[in-house]
């Protein structure tokens, strides 16, 4: 494992071999292209400022209504309540279409003390159950910046 930082919003993830860092804002890490995907998996770490008095459920409701409004063919399969480092945050699972692609799209939601977090992990349809450990080690090695 790697531990990478980011540097401007200070959180942490612990990077498993083969993944790397493809994109800085919005942070995004991928697995390298060493096995034949239909198209490259992705993890993108999103962070927004945190309204006084917004409860994780709020947070989690008002987040997946952008993404019905625009992902294509939005379904939620599954929403459960988890923790992420000891602190509460919700999973959540959904498919899209983008293109002629089915794609899985789970997530880790958590909030911080002046931010909301979303850990986005994606990948083709086909090819989820190749990647789910990984997107999960992903998610248990995630430490939102205490800021």
């Given at each position: 494992?790697?531990?990478?930082?980011?540097?401007?919003?200070?959180?942490?993830?612990?990077?498993?071999?083969?993944?790397e860092v493809i994109v800085e804002l919005p942070p995004t890490v991928a697995l390298e292209?060493?096995?034949?995907?239909?198209?490259?998996?992705?993890?993108?770490?999103?962070?927004?400022?945190?309204?006084?008095?917004?409860?994780?459920?709020?947070?989690?409701?008002?987040?997946?209504?952008?993404?019905?409004?625009?992902?294509?063919?939005?379904?939620?399969?599954?929403?459960?309540?988890?923790e992420i480092g000891g602190a509460p945050a919700v999973q959540t699972l959904a498919h899209?279409?983008?293109?002629?692609?089915?794609?899985?799209?789970?997530?880790?939601?958590?909030?911080?003390?002046t931010r909301g977090w979303a850990l986005s992990a994606s990948c083709a349809t086909l090819?989820?159950?190749?990647?789910?450990?990984?997107?999960?080690?992903?998610?248990?090695?995630?430490?939102?910046?205490?800021?």
């Amino acid at each position: 494992m790697l531990r990478y930082r980011h540097a401007e919003l200070g959180f942490t993830l612990d990077l498993p071999y083969g993944m790397e860092v493809i994109v800085e804002l919005p942070p995004t890490v991928a697995l390298e292209p060493t096995r034949d995907w239909s198209f490259q998996p992705t993890c993108v770490v999103t962070a927004e400022p945190r309204p006084p008095g917004l409860n994780l459920e709020a947070w989690v409701d008002a987040g997946w209504q952008i993404q019905e409004e625009r992902l294509f063919a939005a379904r939620l399969i599954d929403r459960q309540a988890t923790e992420i480092g000891g602190a509460p945050a919700v999973q959540t699972l959904a498919h899209h279409t983008v293109r002629d692609h089915a794609v899985t799209l789970e997530q880790w939601w958590l909030l911080g003390a002046t931010r909301g977090w979303a850990l986005s992990a994606s990948c083709a349809t086909l090819d989820y159950d190749g990647v789910t450990e990984l997107f999960r080690t992903l998610a248990s090695g995630f430490e939102p910046s205490s800021a």
